[in-house]
């Protein structure tokens, strides 16, 4: 009997949509309304929101709504035409490539449409069948799509542990040697769920030991981390040891887009041999002189780091003094993590939203462990002490009834808007 696959897929909604009917509109798909920033609209009201990777907060900064403004009153959205190889290139777009070479200190630079399909076409296209990719077990689902193109062989490391990755390093060591092929190992400059670094200075020491290349995605640690902001390779002094680094325009950027720096040949070939590129319409003009404008400001104003570590230290220091468990993160991301079922978390977050008016982002089994609730914040240089204060406050407020049992029910909260 062959199945349907639409009764399959409707009756198999998966972990998170299993929710769907309870939680959408409001932990799921919430619609946060009006300007990008700290306080935004939420189901009709101001809410404190700290759920945006808007780390420098150039979502809204004045010269970077002009400059997108400009590109688009000049060029609209459809120019430049067709994928870049074929009609599709731009001395702008070329601009924005050395400009992002020139900062991050690689010798050049290929820009990608999105940051997600730029990683799994990046893997796709560097590995073939007899090469071995050994990667960090908490991957980002970016990385484990592009290694379901990859028909070669692959090893998992148990996550920023340098001695399972020294192990699994042996084992492909040896397959290669039969195959013939050569290893790429690949991790994160930020997790971004824990907050954690990739240990990419041991990463790199163990170069030599072994002969790989480390493709590093850098998605949270461009913007935030490194002494000029440069990413987690110059915060740990081995940005010579990353020989594929990537990062998004989609967090520090505030824009949509994504860059690959490496050698001149290494870059080349993937220009030339890119599926998502070559098959796939360039970035538009206001996303690529709006980059522009993003990268110049984040090079130039210092303030904009400055102000967001000054944040970030104020709420994790404060939540830590209160006796919070943030985990170990050493960056931005500022996980929360409490004890709970998932009707606690929701019953919890909706008191958060609609009685303390604070946003942030809540997460749940299976990304967390069963029986953890993680309250994910995301600092800003736009937030301001007193921000921190509140929702210091508020969380304060909300463990203690979490803990004294006042959210536990058995169903989840239903809150539509
Ligand atoms: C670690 C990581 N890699 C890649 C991406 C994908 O980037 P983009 O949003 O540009 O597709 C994200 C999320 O944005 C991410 O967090």
């Not at 019953?347 to 008016?357: I, V």
Request: aromatic share 8%; proline share 4%; hydrophobic share 40%.
């Amino acid at each position: 009997m062959v199945n349907d696959i639409f009764k399959k897929v409707v009756n198999r909604m998966g972990p998170l949509g299993e929710h769907a009917d309870d939680a959408h509109g409001y932990f799921t798909f919430p619609k946060l309304e009006g300007p990008i920033g700290p306080r935004m609209m939420f189901n009709g009201k101001m809410k404190l929101n700290w759920s945006l990777n808007n780390y420098l907060g150039l979502a809204n900064h004045p010269e970077v709504m002009k400059a997108d403004a400009d590109a688009a009153a000049q060029f609209g959205m459809a120019y430049p035409m067709g994928a870049r190889m074929m009609s599709g290139n731009s001395n702008y777009h070329e601009q924005l490539e050395r400009d992002l070479a020139d900062f991050i200190g690689k010798p050049d630079v290929i820009l990608l449409n999105f940051g997600y399909q730029g990683v799994v076409s990046a893997i796709d296209a560097l590995v073939d069948r007899h090469d071995i990719i050994v990667y960090d077990a908490e991957s980002h689902a970016c990385i484990i799509d592009g290694m379901r193109l990859h028909i070669g062989k692959r090893f998992m490391y148990q996550h920023n542990n340098i001695e399972s990755l020294e192990k699994q390093l042996t084992h492909a060591t040896k397959l290669a040697e039969k195959t013939g092929g050569g290893i790429m190992v690949i991790t994160e400059g930020v997790f971004g769920m824990s907050g954690s670094q990739g240990k990419l200075k041991e990463v790199v020491a163990l170069k030599e030991k072994f002969n790989f290349r480390l493709f590093v995605d850098d998605a949270h640690g461009f913007g935030t981390m490194g002494k000029t902001g440069a990413g987690t390779g110059e915060e740990q002094n081995c940005m010579d040891g990353i020989d594929v680094y990537f990062s998004t325009f989609a967090k520090s950027m505030a824009g949509i887009g994504a860059f690959i720096g490496s050698t001149p040949e290494v870059i080349k070939y993937l220009r030339y041999n890119m599926r998502s590129q070559i098959y796939a319409k360039a970035l538009p003009m206001p996303l690529t002189i709006g980059s522009i404008k993003r990268l110049e400001l984040i090079r130039t104003r210092p303030e904009l780091k400055d102000n967001l570590w000054k944040i970030v230290n104020a709420l994790q220091n404060g939540l830590r003094e209160a006796g919070f468990n943030i985990g170990i993160t050493t960056t931005p991301v500022t996980p929360v993590l409490l004890n709970g079922t998932i009707p606690e978390a929701t019953h919890m977050t909706f008191d958060l939203r609609e009685n303390f008016d604070i946003f942030c982002s809540i997460v749940v089994y299976p990304v967390v462990p069963k029986g953890v609730i993680m309250l994910r914040l995301i600092p800003t240089a736009v937030h301001t002490l007193e921000d921190v204060e509140e929702t210091i406050n508020a969380f304060k407020a909300i463990k203690h009834k979490l803990d004294s049992g006042q959210y536990r029910q058995e169903k989840l909260a239903t809150a539509k808007p």
